[in-house]
């Protein structure tokens, strides 16, 4: 007689049970990859603002620039301040966080009264549930910068 090689159909069957099982347990970890990225991003450029802010502040306190209003020369241009650290307007932010003035990344999301948020530039406008908020310092806090993560 002559021996087959080859799989029986019941070890067939085995290996798809468990390529499916391990198919609706791996699968819902990479779906979500995109919203991950989108979260990196926007804690990417939350610490760039900080990061600037604080910068900022370093340079306003050397040259006397920390009261209530002043002002820093910064790549030839001047960045307001309040309480030595940049105003919240896209323009004094956009002289200090690199990457903010390029269009193609980054829009302003909303300005408010010493605020202003940041979003996907990419981002359709019927889902902006995620973006970076700027508070400008105040008399008794310094600058800050949350995060909307998008869900």
């Given at each position: 007689?002559?021996?087959q090689?080859?799989?029986?159909?019941?070890?067939?069957?085995?290996?798809?049970?468990?390529?499916?099982?391990?198919?609706?347990?791996?699968?819902?970890?990479?779906?979500?990859?995109?919203?991950?990225?989108?979260?990196?991003?926007?804690?990417?450029l939350?610490?760039?603002?900080?990061?600037?802010?604080?910068?900022?502040?370093?340079?306003?306190?050397?040259?006397?620039?920390?009261?209530?209003?002043?002002?820093?020369?910064e790549?030839?241009?001047?960045?307001?301040?309040?309480?030595?650290?940049?105003?919240?307007?896209?323009?004094?932010?956009?002289?200090?966080?690199?990457?903010?003035?390029?269009?193609?990344?980054?829009?302003?999301?909303?300005?408010?009264?010493?605020?202003?948020?940041?979003?996907?530039?990419?981002q359709?406008?019927?889902?902006?549930?995620?973006?970076v908020?700027?508070?400008?310092?105040?008399?008794?806090a310094?600058?800050?910068?949350?995060?909307?993560?998008?869900?």
């Amino acid at each position: 007689m002559k021996s087959q090689k080859g799989f029986t159909l019941i070890e067939l069957v085995v290996v798809i049970v468990i390529l499916g099982i391990l198919a609706v347990t791996a699968a819902p970890k990479f779906m979500n990859l995109q919203t991950d990225a989108r979260n990196a991003s926007l804690e990417g450029l939350k610490g760039a603002i900080q990061g600037a802010a604080g910068i900022t502040y370093g340079k306003a306190a050397v040259k006397g620039q920390e009261g209530e209003d002043g002002s820093i020369s910064e790549a030839g241009s001047t960045v307001t301040l309040k309480y030595g650290y940049p105003i919240a307007s896209s323009a004094s932010l956009a002289l200090v966080v690199n990457g903010l003035s390029n269009t193609d990344e980054w829009k302003v999301k909303s300005t408010g009264t010493g605020t202003i948020s940041y979003t996907f530039a990419n981002q359709p406008d019927s889902k902006t549930d995620c973006f970076v908020t700027y508070t400008q310092a105040t008399s008794t806090a310094a600058a800050t910068v949350s995060v909307d993560k998008c869900s």
